[in-house]
């Protein structure tokens, strides 16, 4: 017991306490005499005398919920920042070993553009066609135009990964561009449950064929 609640409890057995010292001293026709607006009088403050500790109890642990869900979303923050600082440090290695000259976005996506078109510039709404190989960090070749046919899809609606939807934005039919993509902008934390693993770091090569 803390000192707020000794206190709450030693001023509410003090006014217990005199009241019943005051029902002994009474008569019983001075007790009959009592109006019943006296009586819920009394009846009202012991109430609230007897609810501050029960008050005091549910604020503090509202104010400790609120607490613990504040440190965890700052630990979840904090953790992963770490974890888009620790992939975005291995994609620059890497592409430091290929000697790729690749730009990262805002988002966090690597990108560039090996061989450039002549042709119409992607826009939202589009529907974009393009040859491509999706392979691991490792070389691991995950999936190919060559083996599943030409990857088609409505830039802006969804359907591929979010780092594909950013990189086509930047092309024009004809280019042809490597993107490399760190898990929040591809399979996330558990992969696609088929041949990309968790947390998987991906490299596109596409060519955009088409627009229409």
């Not at 009592?34 to 819920?40: A, C, F, I």
């Not at 979840?76 to 000259?101: S, T, Y």
């Not at 988002?107 to 974009?128: H, P, R």
């Amino acid at each position: 017991m803390n000192s707020f609640q000794f206190s709450v409890f030693s001023f509410q057995f003090s006014v217990f306490s005199y009241s019943v010292t005051q029902l002994f001293s009474y008569s019983v026709t001075q007790l009959l005499s009592y109006s019943v607006t006296q009586l819920l009088s009394y009846s009202v403050i012991l109430l609230f005398l007897s609810s501050c500790g029960r008050t005091y109890n549910t604020q503090k642990l509202v104010d400790e919920s609120a607490e613990a869900r504040r440190i965890h979303n700052e630990m979840m923050l904090r953790a992963n920042q770490e974890l888009v600082e620790g992939d975005a440090n291995i994609i620059r290695a890497f592409a430091e070993k290929q000697n790729w000259e690749m730009t990262q976005t805002q988002s966090g996506l690597w990108y560039m553009i090996y061989s450039s078109g002549s042709g119409e510039q992607a826009t939202t709404g589009k529907i974009a066609t393009m040859d491509y190989t999706l392979s691991l960090l490792d070389g691991d070749l995950c999936y190919s135009s060559a083996e599943l046919g030409q990857k088609s899809f409505r830039i802006g609606h969804g359907g591929v990964e979010s780092g594909l939807e950013e990189g086509v934005l930047l092309l024009r039919t004809g280019d042809k561009a490597r993107f490399i993509m760190p898990p929040h902008l591809a399979h996330g934390l558990l992969g696609d449950g088929d041949c990309i693993p968790i947390r998987s770091i991906i490299v596109y090569d596409v060519e955009l064929t088409e627009l229409r």
